[in-house]
Every structure is written in structure tokens, then in C-alpha cells.
Nanobody, 122 residues
Framework: EVQLVESGGGLVQTGGSLRLSCTASGFSFDDYAIGWFRQAPGMEREGVSCISSIDGRTYYADSVKGRFSISRDNAKNTVYLQMNSLKREDTAVYYC???????????????WGQGTQVTVSS
């Protein structure tokens, strides 16, 4: 059974920083993308950032470019999201996701973590 365990959320003031961690276990495929979605109250879930196991390529939503940085520790099956210069609009539940990648980059199964709350106050 695939499990994604997140940590690192919390309350921070505007301009502050947080680092989220997500450790994945129970999967056996080699090609995957791992990263983060978020969902603010009353809003749809949106992709924030992810990183590919194949070539380390990263993706960032325009709203977080230059402020967030994703990295991974392959030995620990852990991905990190360093969030700097946080804004009130970054307030959301952040979900770790693990996408199994098939041929031609097609996403097979998608797995979700339980979510961790990030609250940015002014």
C-alpha cells in the first residue's frame, strides 16, 4: 500500500518561511513524479510543484516561482518544499502527491497524502 506522510505545516507570518516534507513508501515503480498540490478554502485544488524521478525536472506554478523550491532525497524517498516569502494567499491545505509515470509521460496511478495545513497571517 502506497503511503505519503507529510509534515512541516503550521502558522507563519507574512514573509516567513516553512519547509514541508513528504516521505513516500509502499511503491515499487521506478518512474514517478512527486510533489505538491494545495487547496485554499472555497477554491479548487491546484498544482504547486513537482519533481520527476526520471531526470529531476521540476515544475512550479507561476504563483510560487522564485519563492518555493522543491528538492528530493532519493535514499529516503522524501521530497521537500521550501517555501519562502510566504503570502497570505499561500494559506491552504498542502497535499503531497505521487504520480506513477508510464510511457510518454502519461500518468498512471495518482496517490495523495492526508494534507498539512499552512496558514500565513499578516
Amino acid at each position: 500500500e502506497v503511503q505519503l506522510v507529510e509534515s512541516g505545516g503550521g502558522l507563519v507570518q507574512t514573509g516567513g518561511s516553512l519547509r514541508l516534507s513528504c516521505t513516500a513508501s509502499g511503491f515499487s515503480f521506478d518512474d514517478y513524479a512527486i510533489g505538491w498540490f494545495r487547496q485554499a478554502p472555497g477554491m479548487e485544488r491546484e498544482g504547486v510543484s513537482c519533481i520527476s524521478s526520471i531526470d529531476g525536472r521540476t515544475y512550479y506554478a507561476d504563483s510560487v516561482k522564485g519563492r518555493f523550491s522543491i528538492s528530493r532525497d532519493n535514499a529516503k524517498n522524501t521530497v521537500y518544499l521550501q517555501m519562502n516569502s510566504l503570502k497570505r494567499e499561500d494559506t491552504a491545505v498542502y497535499y503531497c502527491i505521487l504520480d506513477q509515470l508510464l510511457r510518454f509521460g502519461v500518468v498512471g496511478e495518482r496517490y495523495w497524502g492526508q494534507g498539512t495545513q499552512v496558514t500565513v497571517s499578516s
